[in-house]
């Protein structure tokens, strides 16, 4: 599976949006781009994933350049409950396991 | 909630013990995996099992070991404990490509 980079830590303000950025230049064709968060020491929790198109649900879209080399994760109201580590993991398409390898994630901390 | 769920919610013991983590997946759900999340490694992947049987290894010690049993709940056992096992441990159950996790069992060795 392709290797991930995000910052470690990103502010925003309650009510705005939140963009996250995640670079994964080395992605390769069958790969999907996924995104998960973890809220203090819960479980991750799945937000959203996608292949090249963009792709949107009730939590948030997800943005994926042309060449697919980096995405972005938006939340577009932010509040005080998506404080939280947020991973971006790409991971192959192919039959079998589809197992999750967690890199640091970027730590977003919503501020009122 | 997930659907997940997990029990014990927490797991003191000591060193040299044996322990056993359970996990029922969400109703359907065939996959069950195993993580281990502590401090200085992070989130790891153990082992997944797929219908009952295993599918996937990661990195999961001798030591442990896990089953799927036919009504799809799992069950990870740890054995000969050691401090460093102390962690948080998450099963997540999947229909296909996302992955649902539970709340976790947080095992602390002493």
């Known amino acids: 599976d392709a290797k991930t980079t995000q910052p470690p830590s990103m502010d925003c303000a309650e009510g705005r949006a939140a963009n996250l950025p995640c670079n994964h230049s080395t992605i390769s064709g069958n790969e999907y781009v996924y995104w998960y968060r973890q809220i203090h020491s819960q479980g991750p929790q799945y937000i959203i994933h996608g292949l090249k198109n963009n792709e949107t649900n009730e939590m948030a879209s997800l943005i994926i350049t042309e060449d697919r080399k980096s995405s972005t994760l938006i939340l577009p109201h932010a509040t005080l409950r998506d404080t939280a580590v ?23 901390s919503v501020i009122p | 909630d997930s659907g997940v769920t997990q029990t014990p919610k927490h797991l003191i013991t000591a060193t040299g013990q044996r322990v056993t ?53 799992s069950e990870l056992n740890l054995s000969s404990l050691e401090l460093g096992d102390s962690a948080l441990y998450f099963c997540a159950s999947s229909p296909g490509r996302e992955q649902f996790f539970g709340p976790g069992t947080r095992l602390t060795v002493l």
């Open chain 1, 86 to 108: 947020y991973y971006c993991i790409v991971r192959a398409s192919g039959a079998g396991s589809y197992q999750l390898t967690f890199g640091k994630g970027t730590k977003l």
């Open chain 2, 21 to 73: 983590l359970r996990c029922s997946p969400r109703s359907g759900d065939l996959s069950v995996y195993w993580y281990q999340q502590s401090l200085d490694q992070g989130l790891q992947f153990l082992i997944q099992y797929y219908n009952g049987e295993e599918r996937a290894k990661g990195n999961i010690l001798e030591r442990f070991s896990a089953q799927q049993f036919p009504d799809l709940h």
